[in-house]
């Protein structure tokens, strides 16, 4: 009887292990016009391919047409940054067992690619080296993908809009070739992988699903052997926007893309993270472990400003990844019940305020917690005889910098408990 409980208990275990699933994000213009689709994240190992679709989620307005993005549509493998631990999701398109962990994503990806309003599919990878129409060797040749825009076929004869993927490859190919590359080398190339005739793998995957449904649609491949994300995404960018141009979706941005290192700054600005509504984090700088954080023993709810935003639960803790970042480990001090209580008084540098859980407060010189009904703990600071850290006028120099939950050693954590309930934590935020 045991025993088979416990088979019963892994079979509704495999079930539940199913990949996420995927979020899409519809950006509409005030203007009516064409709408692209963009698939980012198919490969789990090919960060170019995600943090670009994330990154124009963020940064991009549409003023005219639609273009809907869904950043990353394998987010286990991209968690485990692997090409696909469910085997490749881009040869799942022709047919799909059902019992395949990747169906429900390939369903869906395949019904926004056949919805009647979309009229051209992007799929952005990092590929293996750089394409070369002629071998020059094992890195630049014919058998590469990197750094080319891939076709399977010259034209969709029975479309009269966009049918033309060779020559709409060839405007965004000169476009990128014309701006200045970071390396010479990096030049982009067109790919036609002529799929029906020659190439059997390529048959499955969802180019040519979009292709033999009358979409047009292309891969966009930056290198897998160029190192630097920030070249890899400023490269898609690009890709993207000549796309935008051919299908007259009008659009702007709020960056300069000819700035490597402002770009560089957003794409590694990870934002914060809220849990349960009454912790934060910010992601940047955040040290790789900490440990008694007060969460509930499940459905505890992450809420994350980054689109590609993940959590794992395993061997008892949080993993909080960011794409294929893992960006710290949380270790659970478990507390079953939660208390509601919607604000709490402090004094900083002098001021009285109010703040709810959940908040990160700057603080210059000082901070006092204000006495409530809640037992106050100051993550970092002890005092022989006091329970309740409240009513103390605290410093920067009182704080033991090892409790820190940043690297800088600013942020500190301040929690709020009563009986055996946790109700919220306040993070003070010394800045100069
Ligand atoms: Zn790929």
Not at 84 to 102: A, V
Not at 173 to 188: G, V
Not at 421 to 431: N, Q
């Amino acid at each position: 009887m045991r025993f088979l409980f416990f088979i019963i208990f892994l079979l509704t275990n495999i079930y539940a292990n199913t990949n996420i699933d995927f979020t899409l994000y519809k950006k509409e213009g005030k203007e009516l016009g064409h709408t692209l689709l963009i698939i980012g994240g198919i490969h789990g190992d090919e960060p170019g391919g995600y943090f670009a679709p994330a990154f124009f989620e963020k940064h991009y307005t549409i003023k005219k047409g639609s273009v809907w993005i869904a950043p990353s549509v394998n987010i286990d493998s991209m968690i485990a940054n692997q090409r696909g631990i469910y085997g490749d999701m881009n040869r799942k398109f022709s047919t799909i067992s059902k019992d395949d962990k990747d169906i429900r994503n390939i369903e869906k990806i395949k019904s926004l690619i056949l919805d009647k309003e979309v009229e051209l599919v992007l799929n952005l990878h990092d590929g293996h080296g750089f394409y070369r129409q002629n071998y020059e060797n094992a890195i630049f040749n014919p058998r590469a993908w990197g750094q080319a825009t891939i076709i399977d076929q010259e034209k969709i004869h029975s479309l009269e809009k966009f049918g033309n993927l060779d020559e709409i490859a060839t405007t965004v190919r000169d476009s990128l070739n014309r701006d200045k590359l970071f390396q010479d080398h990096h030049y982009f190339g067109v790919k036609n992988t002529e799929t029906k005739a020659k190439d059997e793998q390529q048959q499955l995957s969802l180019t040519f699903f979009a292709v033999t449904n009358n979409k047009p649609a292309f891969a966009i491949e930056t290198s897998k052997n160029i190192t630097d994300l920030t070249e890899k995404v400023i490269y898609q960018l690009k890709s993207i926007e000549e796309f935008m141009r051919v299908m007259d979706i009008e659009f702007s941005r709020n960056f300069d893309l000819n700035s490597y290192k402002e770009v560089q700054n957003l794409l590694f600005d990870f934002g914060k993270i809220q849990i349960n509504n009454n912790i934060s984090f910010d992601l940047n700088d955040i040290r790789k472990n900490l440990r008694f954080i007060p969460l509930k023993k499940s459905d505890n709810n992450f809420v994350f400003e980054h689109s590609l935003g993940n959590s794992k639960f395993i061997n008892g803790n949080y993993e909080i990844y960011i794409g294929n970042n893992l960006v710290t480990t949380l270790s659970p001090q478990i507390f079953d019940k939660n208390g509601s209580f919607l604000d709490v008084d402090l004094e900083i540098d002098g001021n009285i305020i109010k703040s709810k859980f959940g908040q990160i407060l700057e603080v210059k010189k000082s901070f006092k917690v204000l006495k409530s009904p809640l037992r106050v703990n100051v993550i970092g600071f002890s005092k022989a005889g006091v329970d309740s850290e409240d009513s103390l006028v605290l410093t920067k120099s009182d704080m033991v910098s090892n409790f820190s939950i940043d690297n800088s050693t600013k942020d500190y954590r301040v929690e709020f408990y009563q009986d055996s309930k946790f109700y919220g934590m306040i993070t003070i935020r010394f800045i100069d």
